[in-house]
């Protein structure tokens, strides 16, 4: 198995680009999740998504847009990219257990985004 | 609201000195704990869970025990080694939720 594979691994945008950043599991977990980590902060959520079709915001989701059309996918949509979006952004997923909100995330190694 | 704090680092350690690495959550609910760790150039990996309080979760000489009375979830070992060098997260997650909840991270540095 791959786990989570997020491409790419480093990206330079201009103000106002727009990009998509890719996340792909292998492992059939139904839950996907995006975080965005800054400098000497904690991961902060962006969207989530429960199952194929179905996604939800998390934290900080302004700025943001993201897709699940299959269980495998989960790509984060970037649109008119700004500055304070730069940062290392993480793909993770998990497979929903008996114990709820005992289930482990997977992360994937992360996407370095500079917007200048 | 929910939230985990953790001590700040850089925490700079010898070789085989003892580990401590605070955390303490506030939650309205009954959470699970985890420890994740980063190492460099990677993503997160769990170290360590426990989903009950008094449930004591260990991995690779890592051990944490839920203390539900002090609200805390603090990262100990006996006996760190330069491998060990990485940031440390504590975060938890609730029973109405599947989401995790991120300390800032803690920079542990262990020199030879």
């Known amino acids: 198995n791959a786990g989570v594979t997020q491409t790419p691994k480093f990206r330079i945008l201009k103000i106002g680009q727009s990009m998509t950043l890719q996340c792909a599991q292998d492992?059939?977990?139904?839950?996907m999740y995006w975080y965005r980590q800054d400098p000497g902060m904690g991961l902060k959520l962006i969207y989530y998504s429960v199952g194929a079709g179905i996604t939800d915001k998390g934290e900080v989701p302004n700025g943001y847009n993201v897709s699940r059309s299959t269980t495998e996918d989960f790509p984060l949509r970037l649109e008119l990219a700004a500055p304070s979006q730069t940062s290392v952004y993480f793909c993770?997923?998990?497979?929903?257990?008996?114990?709820?909100?005992?289930?482990?995330?997977?992360f994937g190694p992360g996407t370095r985004l500079l917007v200048l | 609201g929910d939230s985990v704090t953790q001590m700040e680092g850089p925490v700079t350690l010898s070789e085989e000195a003892f580990l401590t690495i605070n955390c303490t959550y506030t939650a309205t609910g009954y959470p699970s704990l985890f420890w994740y760790v980063q190492y460099p150039g990677e993503g997160l990996q769990l170290l360590l869970k426990?989903?009950?309080?008094?449930d004591k979760g260990s991995n690779k000489g890592f051990e944490a025990t839920y203390r539900k009375e002090t609200t805390s979830f603090h990262l100990e070992k006996g006996s760190v080694q330069v491998s060990d060098s990485a940031v440390y997260f504590c975060?938890?997650?609730?029973?109405?939720?599947?989401?995790?909840?991120f300390g800032t991270g803690t920079l542990l540095a262990v020199q030879p």
């Open positions: 426990a989903t009950k309080a008094d």
């Open positions: 492992m059939n977990h139904n839950y």
């Open positions: 975060a938890l997650s609730l029973r109405a939720t599947n989401k995790l909840i």
């Open positions: 993770a997923s998990s497979y929903p257990t008996r114990g709820r909100g005992q289930e482990t995330q997977y």
